[in-house]
Each structure stands twice: as structure tokens, then as C-alpha cells.
């Protein structure tokens, strides 16, 4: 070869790898994309509903994350996580718009992510959940004491 065809050669791949590289990221970040599903929706409830809702979830998964751990229970805690994590998912979108006020929602979310997490992964230790319960339970708390 060349001298000439040599740094040619050289010059492509220089371009060549950096594209491949953004464009393989990028296909990552669809992937992610796509699991969490982003969809536009209108929501309709209103704050205080929200928390009707999601003081009725936190009160049943507490009692469930109590009772015996058997694959039923670890089944419900992790059905009740994920609800109590959309209707949380719902606030931080909602009506407020304090971006202090959306962090609690979403940390709330995570915890209770974190939670479901927890009941579908063996083995499950009770406490880990329980301690789960006691951080939600604070981030109910700590946005309550700023906006409620
Ligand atoms: C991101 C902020 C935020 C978080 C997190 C939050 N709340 Fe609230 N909550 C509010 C606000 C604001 C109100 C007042 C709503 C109103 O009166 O319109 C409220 C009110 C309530 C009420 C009274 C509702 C009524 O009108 O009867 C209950 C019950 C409640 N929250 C339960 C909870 C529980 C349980 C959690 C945790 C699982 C929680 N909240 C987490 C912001 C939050």
C-alpha cells in the first residue's frame, strides 16, 4: 500500500468509529425508552385523590410486607409497589409545578420501585422491605411538611 492509501485508511476509521460509537448509544437509549414505556396521557385526578389512593396502597402494603412471606404475599407487595410507584409517578407530573415537589414524588416512586424490586427477587429478607416501608413512609412526611 501507499504511503497516500495508508492515511486514508487511517482517516476513515478515525471518522468511522466515533459515528458507530454515538449511533450504537443511541440505540441504547431507544431501548430504555421503549421499557419505560412513555406515553403522553391527560391525567384526571386531582392531588387530593391521588393520596386517598395512595394512603389506601401504603396502608395495605405495609400489612402485607408484615404478614408471612409466602410467593402469594411477595406476589401483592410487588403488584401494590408498582401501583403506589404510578400513582406517585402521576403527582410528579401533576398539578404542581415546585420542582422541589416533584423530587419527593419521584424519590417516592423509587422507593417503592426499590420495593417491588425487593419482593421479586430470591430471597427476600422482611427486614429489607420493612426498612423500604419506614423510607416511604418518610417521603410521605418530608412533602407533606413543605406543601401540604
Ligand atoms: C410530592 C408530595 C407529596 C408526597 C410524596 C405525598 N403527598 Fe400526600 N399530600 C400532598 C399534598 C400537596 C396534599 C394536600 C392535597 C390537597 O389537599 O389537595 C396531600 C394530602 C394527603 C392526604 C389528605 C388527602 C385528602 O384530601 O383527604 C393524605 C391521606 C396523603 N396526602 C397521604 C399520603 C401518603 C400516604 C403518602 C406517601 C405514600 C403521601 N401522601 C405522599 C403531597 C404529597
Known sequence: MTRKWS??????????VPLVAIGGEGGAKKKRRKKAKM?????????GSLMVGQRLVLGELSKTVKSETTPKTLETIAHLSEVLAELSNVNSVGQKKESGYRKFARTLRDHALKLRDKAKTEPTEADDMLALIT??????????????
Open 135 to 148: 423510607q416511604i413512609k418518610n417521603t410521605c412526611s418530608a412533602c407533606h411538611n413543605q406543601f401540604r
Open 39 to 47: 406515553v403522553k396521557i391527560r391525567t384526571v385526578a386531582s392531588v
Open 7 to 16: 492515511y486514508m485508511v487511517i482517516f476513515s476509521l478515525l471518522l468511522i
